[in-house]
């Protein structure tokens, strides 16, 4: 009898051992992150483009539906990460052949590569809110650096228990750094197609 006591008790010390370990008490650190995770509302957020023709206009577009999410503690910029992808098999200029055009290997190899995404690895906190986020774009198969402007995040509204924000961040790229090799000169000795593209992105991010 006085050996089933003495396990009871070596036992009930063990787990109290283990409840008062920092790793028993950092189990419930996932449900937080789960809480800070926003997501793209793709109906209302958008992906576009800017690029010189002929180094006189510039033609617009947008680049495709955008999808992903963020994660934000709603208050301290310096939280924020994002994981974006763009469909860029629905790119669109408003004009069909051009749009096809930018579709095949010449431009984005869409067939084989149908989306361009983008991982953010660091923030840097600047003034009013607004902040720069370094991370990773890839497209086709090409993956590089990036640094993207970010607007100070809209005041958050609630409605009908969910919760909205938004913001507009801004990057410009050289598309040949992305096998976006498509080149014709003119007379003039220009490029028909600039190879800075300017990359604007509206967000508008939900939560439960």
Do not use: C
């Not at 600047?126 to 650096?145: H, Q, S, Y």
């Amino acid at each position: 009898m006085k050996s089933v006591v003495n396990v009871m008790v070596a036992a009930a010390a063990v787990v109290m051992m283990m409840s008062a370990s920092p790793l028993a008490q950092a189990t419930p650190a996932a449900p937080v992150a789960a809480a800070n995770t926003w997501t793209i509302d793709g109906a209302h957020s958008a992906a576009n483009f800017a690029v010189k023709h002929m180094m006189v206009s510039t033609v617009r577009g947008v680049l495709g539906p955008v999808t992903g999410s963020i994660v934000w503690d709603g208050k301290n910029v310096a939280s924020v990460s994002a994981d974006v992808t763009i469909d860029v098999a629905k790119i669109s200029t408003g004009v069909a052949q051009r749009d096809a055009h930018l579709r095949t290997l010449d431009f984005f190899a869409a067939d084989q590569f149908p989306t361009m995404k983008f991982k953010s690895k660091k923030v840097i906190s600047g003034a009013n809110g607004a902040f720069k986020l370094v991370g990773d774009l890839t497209i086709r198969d090409v993956t590089k650096e990036v640094t993207l402007d970010v607007e100070a995040p809209a005041a958050i509204v609630t409605s009908q228990g969910t919760q909205r924000t938004a913001t507009t961040a801004t990057t410009t790229i050289n598309r040949f750094d992305y096998n976006l090799k498509w080149n014709q000169l003119i007379e003039a000795g220009g490029a028909i197609v600039g190879a800075d593209v300017k990359v604007t992105i509206d967000l508008e991010v939900t939560r439960k």
